[in-house]
């Protein structure tokens, strides 16, 4: 490893403890004036390519930089038609990482990270359930819209929360921090679909100040200790493909997982730009 190698694994390692996650979360809810926030977005914006059509309302309408990471779809944005009965659709705006059939396995590679079915949503069935079904991985950066929304029509039935480091679910986590997904912090999502069931598990990053769960708004990072929590809805929520569950500070990851197999995917590819409501795959 040369010293740029090294500088990098320093920062990746530095980078991943909660303290600082913490910190960045209480930050972003600092209320700044009106044109300081102004000023913040629209250099937030040019630095990082953002596309100020995409906002849901004026830079300087946003009270805090928490309410534009979280910021809503933007006024008049259509989503595609969503068949959600029988298509796994993308949940975010974001890049494509990978998606394929687990076939067997209960384990899969994306970018020489290998991601335990058990490992990622600390569920023991998860195995069994998913071995002969699909997957997809999803990165959002810091450039993309932050909410998460359902990925198929059916019901959300509940949620485990698992404390965790954040690594950062870039390159550099890629590289430098294996096993990442499995040690990250994050939230998994358990949906009952008509094609059997579907879980979404939020993964966080260096500096997400929080993951929110919409249904309760549970939301994590709230407090420097932490332990699990495994939550039943006493009534299962019925939701249709494209409604709001979910939300992220900042960039990090979603892995959806479905029992059933795919019998054809969708034509995004490996490292290609996906957009809510895309489709990722379709049932027999």
């Not at 796994?88 to 998606?99: C, E, K, N, T, Y």
């Not at 909410?147 to 679910?169: C, I, K, S």
């Not at 997904?181 to 939230?187: A, D, I, L, P, S």
């Not at 998994?188 to 939020?202: I, R």
Request: charged share 20%; aromatic share 8%; hydrophobic share 45%.
């Amino acid at each position: 490893m040369g010293l740029v190698g090294l500088l990098e694994h320093v920062v990746t390692h530095a980078s991943s403890h909660a303290p600082l996650s913490w910190a960045a979360g209480r930050m972003s809810d600092w209320h700044l004036p009106r044109p300081v926030m102004g000023a913040l977005v629209k250099g937030y914006c040019r630095a990082l390519g953002v596309d100020r059509a995409g906002l849901d309302r004026a830079p300087d309408d946003y009270e805090c930089l928490n309410a534009f990471f979280a910021r809503g779809l933007a006024p008049g944005r259509e989503l595609p038609g969503m068949d959600g009965a029988a298509t796994v659709v993308s949940p975010v705006d974001g890049v494509l990482q990978d998606a394929g059939s687990l076939e067997g396995r209960s384990e899969f590679l994306v970018k020489q990270q290998r991601i335990g079915l058990k490992g990622l949503t600390g569920e023991d069935l998860a195995e069994d359930l998913f071995r002969g079904g699909s997957f997809a991985l999803v990165y959002l950066s810091p450039r993309h819209y932050h909410r998460v929304h359902a990925p198929a029509d059916g019901t959300l039935t509940g949620y485990r929360y698992l404390p965790g480091r954040f690594f950062p679910v870039n390159r550099l986590g890629m590289e430098h921090a294996p096993g990442m997904f499995m040690r990250n912090e994050r939230v998994t999502l358990f949906f009952d679909t008509a094609s059997g069931p579907v879980w979404l598990c939020m993964v966080g990053a260096s500096f997400v100040g929080r993951m929110t769960v919409a249904c309760d708004g549970f939301a994590t990072n709230q407090k420097l200790r932490k332990a699990p929590l495994v939550r039943s809805l006493e009534t299962p929520l019925a939701v249709q493909a494209g409604d709001e569950v979910g939300r992220f500070n900042l960039g990090s990851s979603v892995v959806l997982l479905s029992a059933a197999p795919a019998s054809a995917f969708g034509l995004c590819q490996s490292g290609e730009e996906v957009r809510l409501g895309d489709l990722l795959w379709r049932f027999a």
